[in-house]
């Protein structure tokens, strides 16, 4: 059948002499179809305010580069009465790229998307992967997960994880999900992250840590969550954090330490989230804060320092400092 509108294309294309009749001419393109079937953005091809090139075709069907002969683009492309109807979309099934579908992902992960999409993990297609803003996958027994987990779910907002047996997370796992909001990945058994765990989650805001084993905290771990509000870093195995381990969230609002091994801060330890409203310490080991720690945090409304070694009088000046900084801020002192 290919070969039959390969060589019935390149008869049009050599017996017609008009250069309004070139094979270029002959070309038609469904914007409706790529936006609605095949789920493509505008800017996927047109990232410039630009008529796509062959090069940017070629990203999403294979075999397609500047040097590929125009009768193949008519394949699919081909306007049947030469005024600009668009082909049927019988054309593009025909030789479309064929998804690979996602059986090759975690069982659980693979389980949960087939039975969200109501299809075989076969025929799950990347324009199907973009109908999907929330995926739960609490409490599922995951041991391991593999990097292209999550790849083609670039609209989803909501990912959950925790209460699994997970004790890493692969290099790039998140890579791709440039709109997720909420990000939970608590009760689990990781021990560590790499700095660039949550590299690209630029819309993330609230990012829950909970209830694992982390002993440390990447400097720049981070570094890139400008928007994150919300950072819940509790009954964890932290016991110190360094100069810029929170460099990247000038957006935090709320920054809960409690349960954690906690002795000392250093000075600068706030200075990057100046709109910090509740900072939770509670059950930690800390003798002294340092002054200045509160320094312009002037949006403070809730301190709680309970369960730690402070002495009267550190406590006395750590109030001191707040009152002068925040005179309306709640500072807790006992549980």
Known sequence: MKKRIASFLLLICAILPN???????????????????????????????????????????????????VVECLKCHLRLDYGGIAPHTAFYRMFQKQTEGICDRTDQVQQELTIKLNRPCNQVSDADLLTITKLDLSSKGIKKLRSGDFKGLSNLETLTLENNKLKKLP????GGLSKLYFLSIGHNKIRSLDEKTFSGLNQLNTLFLAEM??????????????HLENLNLRFNRLSKFSSG?????????????????????PADFLKNSPKLEWI?????????????LFTDMKSLTSVRLGANRFSAKELE???????????????????
């Open 213 to 226: 084993k982390l002993k440390k905290i990447p400097t720049r771990l981070f570094s890139a969550l400008n």
């Open 245 to 265: 381990d929170l460099l990247g969230l000038p957006s935090l609002k709320r920054l809960f330490l409690e349960y954690n091994s906690l002795k000392k801060l």
């Open 317 to 335: 000046r750590i109030k001191k400092e707040l009152g002068g900084v925040s005179p309306t801020a709640t500072i807790w002192t006992e549980l």
């Open 280 to 292: 939770y310490f509670t059950h930690n080991s800390l003798r002294e804060l340092p002054p200045g």
């Open 171 to 174: 290099e790039g796992v998140f």
């Open 19 to 69: 250069p309004v009749y070139s094979a270029d001419a002959l070309i038609s393109f469904s914007h409706r179809f790529h936006l609605d079937e095949v789920g493509a953005s505008c800017l996927d091809c047109h990232a410039n305010y630009k008529k796509p090139s062959m090069e940017t075709c070629s990203q999403c069907h294979e075999g397609t580069g500047p040097d590929m002969p």
